[in-house]
């Protein structure tokens, strides 16, 4: 079993910045990646980025590219996600989650096994 736990959401000003974390705990020997997802009101959860926990490989949404950066710490146990240059439209829940095997699609919701409680990221303009 895995537990992911994300911290570093609240609110910000558009142009500014957050850094979520997500430490796991549990099975982390069986992770191949990370993901981030975000989920706003009336809309549904969308990927974000993410990185391969056995390279370091990252991934990234359009949407998000040149402003946000994933990376991972060296005992491969906890996540990050730099958040820059925030827009309004970046505002939603943020979700973290795990694919516990190989070579699954790694932009696709529902290739995660688990999945944190999310964190809210509020940008104001």
């Known amino acids: 079993q895995v537990q992911l736990v994300e911290s570093g959401g609240g609110l910000v000003q558009a142009g500014g910045s957050l850094r979520l974390s997500c430490t796991a705990s549990?099975?982390?020997?069986?992770?191949?990646?990370m993901g981030w997802f975000r989920q706003a009101p009336g809309k549904v959860r969308e990927f974000v980025t993410a990185i391969s926990w056995t390279d370091g490989s990252t991934y990234y949404a359009d949407s998000v590219k040149d402003r946000f950066t994933i990376s991972r710490n060296n005992a491969k146990t906890t996540g990050y996600l730099q958040m820059n240059s925030l827009k309004p439209e970046d505002t939603a829940v943020y979700y973290c989650?795990?694919?516990?095997?190989?070579?699954?699609?790694?932009?696709?919701?529902?290739?995660?096994?688990?999945w944190g409680q999310g964190t809210q990221v509020t940008v104001s303009s």
């Open positions: 989650a795990i694919q516990s095997k190989p070579w699954r699609p790694i932009r696709t919701l529902n290739e995660y096994d688990y």
């Open positions: 549990g099975r982390t020997f069986s992770w191949y990646a």
